[in-house]
């Protein structure tokens, strides 16, 4: 049975930071991601990392602010983000999968955490 679970989203400041967690349990993935959604807003791919090699990628607009990484021994991926800005508010999910092609791309990911609020204001 597989889970993740988030924790660390909340209420902040423009200018502010947060960071998430994203903690998974119940099998071994090659790729973890952190997503996004407004509301009335497509799900975006905020950032990816291959759990092995370190390998990452972000989406442009939160690249030189947020830094996704990972704990192999705890399974846990993290996402730091500074220097938030309002535009940043929106439910955040990790996902977890085998991903051949694209950190970026929601269809790669087989598993989604329930997801956690991150408000700026």
């Known amino acids: 049975h597989v889970q993740l679970v988030e924790s660390g989203g909340g209420l902040v400041q423009p200018g502010g930071s947060l960071r998430l967690s994203c903690a998974a349990s119940?099998?071994?993935?090659?790729?973890m991601g952190w997503f996004r959604q407004a509301p009335g807003k497509e799900r975006e791919g905020v950032a990816g990392?291959?759990?092995?090699?370190?390998?990452?990628d972000y989406v442009d607009s939160v690249k030189g602010r947020f830094t996704i990484s990972r704990d192999r021994s705890k399974n846990t991926v993290y996402l730091q983000m500074n220097s938030l800005a309002p535009e940043d508010a929106a439910m955040y999910y990790c996902?977890?999968?085998?991903?051949?092609?694209?950190?970026?791309?929601?269809?790669?990911?087989?598993?989604w955490g329930q997801g956690t609020q991150v408000t700026v204001s």
């Open positions: 990392i291959y759990t092995t090699s370190g390998q990452t």
């Open positions: 996902a977890a999968g085998w991903v051949n092609r694209n950190l970026l791309s929601k269809s790669e990911y087989d598993y």
């Open positions: 119940g099998y071994a993935f090659n790729s």
